[in-house]
């Protein structure tokens, strides 16, 4: 395993791990047997706290390795939260302290400002002056320029920021990475296939692309990250053995991008940008929404239908969203708003779901739903 800046350049993103105990202990600790150092929580992944405290406590490797979790920043309204937030948090991983502690989502400027007015900044070095937080930094989701601002804002030790090759001008983008890294701080990237949709999502344009290469589409991605120093770590939400597997091998290779490299990254994403695709990572920070509407399987469906064909679109709508107990239609849409507040994706969902609605909830659909509805009822389906 590489390491930078003391981080292993692959780090385990928990948010999606397996609920099952038993299958999660044995990624993380397959995991940490290959050089993995780095494992990233959050106060709002729910159960994943103590998922990964029980974990590390039951094979005895707490101080052996670097827990990053995230004070959920968004939900602070007075200051007695700061610790009844990470009082909690310490309680869930079992430990009395944290390697990496997160501003989670922190959205600009100002919300930092009102923070600081609540007395986050001597709250952080207190703690830290105690020994139970090590470093300080924000996870980000926002323009280039409001990262900028915040990077101004304090003396940070660390980021977390969204970056690919198909975000590399969108966000924090290449010239926040790389102003960070300028100023000393360790930037760690989260959504490095954007949730799949750079492997498993990609369209047969360019898969057929992918396919004629000499590289997955996995490495692909990653190696395009890796391939940067400005990168310390590259956070993967392993589900499976066999994904976990794969990126391990990935981050052990060399990590050398050629002119040649860099133009079939150009084709393939010209591929990915020629369908009219929704710009969903699946990261569920909409969910749950308050009238049932899965926003997450509507726009996979959605782009599923551009990027695989029609019926493919429409076949996984109505099997996704229509057998099942509780339905989860882009119709059932009631525009409050609340999904757009929290997507770090900023996607206007509610324009958004009126196309999904348009592509593929055509007249023909309440038929299609009716009958999909009396069957799972009987229990036929």
Same mark, same amino acid.
């Given at each position: 395993?590489?390491?930078?800046?003391?981080?292993?350049?692959?780090?385990?993103?928990?948010?999606?791990?397996?609920?099952?105990?038993?299958?999660?202990?044995?990624?993380?600790?397959?995991?940490?047997?290959?050089?993995?150092?780095?494992?990233?929580?959050?106060?709002?992944?729910?159960?994943?706290?103590?998922?990964?405290?029980?974990?590390?406590?039951?094979?005895?490797?707490?101080?052996?390795?670097?827990?990053?979790? +995230? /004070?959920?920043?968004? #939900?602070? %309204? =007075?200051?007695?939260?700061?610790? &009844?937030?990470? !009082?909690?948090?310490?309680?869930?991983?079992?430990?009395?302290?944290?390697?990496?502690?997160?501003?989670?989502?922190?959205?600009?400027?100002?919300?930092?400002?009102?923070?600081?007015?609540?007395?986050?900044?001597?709250?952080?070095?207190?703690?830290?002056?105690?020994?139970?937080?090590?470093?300080?930094?924000?996870?980000?989701?926002?323009?280039?320029?409001?990262?900028?601002?915040?990077?101004?804002?304090?003396?940070?030790?660390?980021?977390?920021?969204?970056?690919?090759?198909?975000?590399?001008?969108?966000?924090?983008?290449?010239?926040?990475?790389?102003?960070?890294?300028?100023?000393?701080?360790?930037?760690?990237?989260?959504?490095?296939?954007?949730?799949? +949709? /750079?492997?498993?999502? #990609?369209? %047969? =344009?360019?898969?057929?692309?992918? &396919?004629?290469? !000499?590289?997955?589409?996995?490495?692909?991605?990653?190696?395009?990250?890796?391939?940067?120093?400005?990168?310390?770590?590259?956070?993967?939400?392993?589900?499976?053995?066999?994904?976990?597997?794969?990126?391990?091998?990935?981050?052990?290779?060399?990590?050398?991008?050629?002119?040649?490299?860099?133009?079939?990254?150009?084709?393939?994403?010209?591929?990915?940008?020629?369908?009219?695709?929704?710009?969903?990572?699946?990261?569920?920070?909409?969910?749950?929404?308050?009238?049932?509407?899965?926003?997450?399987?509507?726009?996979?469906?959605?782009?599923?239908?551009?990027?695989?064909?029609?019926?493919?679109?429409?076949?996984?709508?109505?099997?996704?969203?229509?057998? +099942?107990?509780?339905?989860?239609?882009?119709?059932?849409?009631?525009?409050?708003?609340?999904?757009?507040?929290?997507?770090?994706?900023?996607?206007?969902?509610?324009?958004?779901?009126?196309?999904?609605?348009?592509?593929?909830?055509?007249?023909?659909?309440?038929?299609?739903?009716?009958?999909?509805?009396?069957?799972?009822?009987?229990?036929?389906?």
């Amino acid at each position: 395993m590489i390491y930078r800046n003391g981080y292993s350049i692959l780090g385990y993103g928990c948010m999606r791990l397996p609920g099952n105990d038993a299958e999660a202990e044995k990624l993380i600790m397959k995991a940490y047997e290959e050089g993995i150092n780095y494992f990233d929580t959050a106060y709002v992944y729910k159960g994943k706290e103590e998922q990964l405290g029980k974990i590390l406590a039951k094979n005895n490797i707490r101080d052996k390795v670097q827990i990053a979790t +995230k /004070l959920p920043v968004y #939900l602070i %309204k =007075k200051p007695e939260q700061f610790d &009844e937030f990470f !009082d909690e948090e310490l309680k869930r991983l079992q430990t009395d302290y944290v390697d990496n502690y997160l501003m989670h989502m922190l959205p600009d400027e100002t919300t930092w400002k009102r923070l600081l007015d609540m007395g986050i900044g001597e709250w952080l070095e207190k703690k830290k002056a105690a020994g139970q937080i090590k470093k300080i930094g924000f996870s980000f989701h926002g323009s280039t320029d409001i990262f900028l601002k915040i990077l101004d804002a304090y003396d940070w030790e660390f980021c977390l920021v969204q970056y690919n090759y198909l975000d590399e001008n969108a966000q924090a983008g290449r010239q926040g990475v790389e102003e960070a890294a300028r100023r000393g701080i360790p930037v760690f990237i989260m959504e490095p296939l954007r949730g799949g +949709k /750079l492997t498993k999502g #990609l369209n %047969k =344009k360019a898969k057929a692309i992918v &396919e004629k290469s !000499d590289k997955t589409a996995g490495e692909w991605g990653l190696s395009w990250l890796y391939a940067q120093d400005t990168v310390s770590c590259v956070l993967s939400g392993m589900e499976t053995m066999d994904v976990l597997e794969e990126n391990l091998r990935i981050a052990n290779n060399t990590h050398e991008y050629t002119e040649k490299d860099y133009e079939t990254i150009e084709k393939i994403k010209a591929a990915i940008n020629s369908k009219k695709n929704i710009p969903c990572t699946g990261c569920n920070y909409c969910m749950p929404c308050p009238f049932g509407v899965d926003i997450p399987g509507c726009f996979k469906c959605y782009n599923t239908s551009y990027n695989d064909g029609y019926i493919a679109g429409e076949t996984e709508y109505v099997m996704a969203l229509t057998l +099942k107990e509780e339905t989860g239609f882009s119709s059932q849409c009631k525009k409050c708003g609340k999904c757009e507040k929290v997507c770090p994706q900023h996607i206007p969902i509610r324009d958004s779901l009126k196309k999904v609605k348009r592509r593929l909830e055509p007249p023909f659909f309440i038929i299609i739903k009716k009958v999909a509805a009396h069957f799972y009822k009987r229990g036929n389906l």
